[in-house]
Every structure is written in structure tokens, then in C-alpha cells.
């Protein structure tokens, strides 16, 4: 068998393993193919070793870390309203409540706006410190990205109200 046609079944292998550890993902059986897939991928691609590569792992580190605090934090706080009810309960009427919805909305618009500044302060730094212009160009697409999203979503409400 051929280097190629071998590193092809590879190849398949790896794929067939993250799709049957996507279909079983709940499981732990599925969530282990989906790692041997991913680690077998990792292993068979060539040109994974140069240098942007290299901060895939500690990419993944820092996102899994994040997923496992985050998921920490939910089952704690399930846990300690089932041990409340009634604090439950209060919570849930808070988070309904119409004053509390309005001002976490104002807080973001707040937020929104003082992003789309510092966001374009950023983009000017970015091109007088002759950044690269790829970077630049990804920020730019991104800021516009999110300026008409807003402009979508204010048009969408100003027909409906």
C-alpha cells in the first residue's frame, strides 16, 4: 500500500471516528472517538507542526478550561437551588421581571456603544502602527459586520413597533 493511499484511509478513519463521536457525543463512548478523531487528525495532517499550529493545543486548553468553569458553575448553581426553592423561585421572577430585562437591555446598548468607539479607536491605532494588513482588513470586516447587524435589527423593530 502506498504512503498516500494508506495516509487517505487514515484520513477516513479519522473522520469516521469524529462523526460517530458527534453522533454519540452525550455519551462517553462518543465523546472518547470524538477525541481519537481529533487526535488522530492532528497526527496525519501534514504541515500541522509549523509555527501558527503550534497554538492549537493551548487554544483548546483555554476554551476547555473555560467550558469545564462554566459548566462548574451551572451545576453548582442547580445544586444550590434545589437545596432553596424559594430562592429558585425568586430568582426566576427576577429574571422575568420587566424593569430587570429594560435595564440589562439599556446596559448593553450602553456597552454597544461605547464598543463601536473603542473598536474604531482600536482600527485606527491598528493602521498607524502599520499592523498587518490582513489583521486590519479581519477587524474592519468585523466592525462592519457588527454595524450593520444593528442597523438589520433596528430597521427589523422599526417596522414591527
Known amino acids: 500500500m502506498t504512503k498516500r493511499r494508506r495516509q487517505g484511509w487514515m484520513l477516513f478513519l479519522a473522520g469516521l471516528l469524529l462523526l460517530a463521536g458527534l453522533a ?11 477525541l481519537a478523531g481529533a487526535w488522530l487528525l492532528l497526527k496525519l495532517l501534514p504541515g500541522l507542526d509549523t509555527t501558527p499550529w503550534r497554538a ?9 478550561c473555560g467550558l469545564f468553569g462554566g459548566g462548574t458553575g451551572e451545576l453548582l448553581a442547580v445544586q444550590a437551588m434545589k437545596k432553596h426553592p424559594e430562592l429558585q ?34 482600527l485606527l491605532f491598528s493602521v498607524l502602527m502599520e499592523a498587518d494588513l ?24 422599526e417596522k414591527e413597533m
Open 24 to 34: 454519540l457525543l452525550r455519551r462517553p463512548l462518543g465523546q472518547l472517538l470524538l
Open 56 to 64: 492549537v493545543p493551548f487554544l483548546c486548553l483555554g476554551v476547555g
Open 89 to 122: 423561585k425568586q430568582n426566576e421572577i427576577a429574571e422575568r421581571d420587566e424593569r430587570n430585562v429594560a435595564i440589562g437591555n439599556a446596559a448593553k446598548a450602553k456597552g454597544y456603544d461605547v464598543m463601536t468607539f473603542a473598536f474604531g479607536a482600536m
Open 134 to 157: 490582513a489583521l486590519t482588513l479581519v477587524m474592519v470586516a468585523v466592525y462592519l459586520f457588527i454595524q450593520f447587524y444593528s442597523l438589520w435589527w433596528r430597521f427589523k423593530l
